[in-house]
């Protein structure tokens, strides 16, 4: 019996071991990456982050720094792969990760699935002013001003002492400068669209009453055409009438005529 609890003793032991030289192992590469990161050695740092991750997938700070690592060496997809593997198991560093992982969004130029993240950020931090600012950049980048610019104004009003206030406050006068100037634009190009919608309709207005004058004038022009060849069949029509009651006024004394049956004789 006491040989069982010996063994068992024993594996718990082993278990512990492995545990604990596990964690120990994890700390170690984190510990030498973290240090070689604080440096600014990220080729030295790159192994020793990637070893602490792979020994620890819920070292948080590990993967933070992993991340950074990769921006360092320009290989952005894996830097947001690495902040999209650790950000459900942010806990507390949710906001962070996901602000960072917009950051690298947007060093990739894809400033819609930024502002997806910087989203997610200020869900997890409502008071998250820097996640306010770079979305309203996201938003800029997109074409959404009227957006950014509230983004602008609650950065702002969280950072009220922000270095880069005057900076923001410059961009949101542009910004609402260039909705003034589009806003002209459109104005004008209404009026011009009307302009040439009135036009148009009093073209086809014109063009309409010409074709019913010409219509009245070709009726006319027939009408009178028709006119003159009546009145000239009737002029001819009487002429000959005319000829035809003369020729019968010739001919009314002829039977008083005398018929002579003699021959005529020259002299």
Known sequence: MNSVKTIRFQILCLFFLAVFTSVAGAQTSFAKGEELFNQNRPQEALRYLEAATTEDPAHVQAFLYLAITYLQ?????????????????????????????????????????????????????????????????????????????????????????????????KLIAFIQDEFAANERRRVMAEEAAKAAELSRIKAEEAAKAQAELDRIRAEEAAKAEADRKRQLLQEVTDSLQAAAEDSKGLSAGSEDVQDYNGEFELQ
């Open 73 to 169: 060496l320009n290989r952005i997809d894996d830097a947001i792969a690495t902040y999209r593997q650790i950000l459900p198991r942010g806990g507390t560093e949710t906001a962070r990760i996901a602000f960072n992982l917009g950051n690298a969004y947007f060093m990739k130029g894809s400033y819609d699935l930024a502002g997806q993240s910087y989203t997610q950020a200020i869900k997890e931090d409502a008071s998250y002013a820097s996640a306010y600012l770079n979305r309203a950049n996201s938003l800029v980048r997109s074409g959404d001003l009227g957006s950014a610019i509230q983004d602008y104004q609650q950065y702002l009003s969280l950072d009220p002492g922000s270095p880069q206030r005057e900076q923001v406050l």
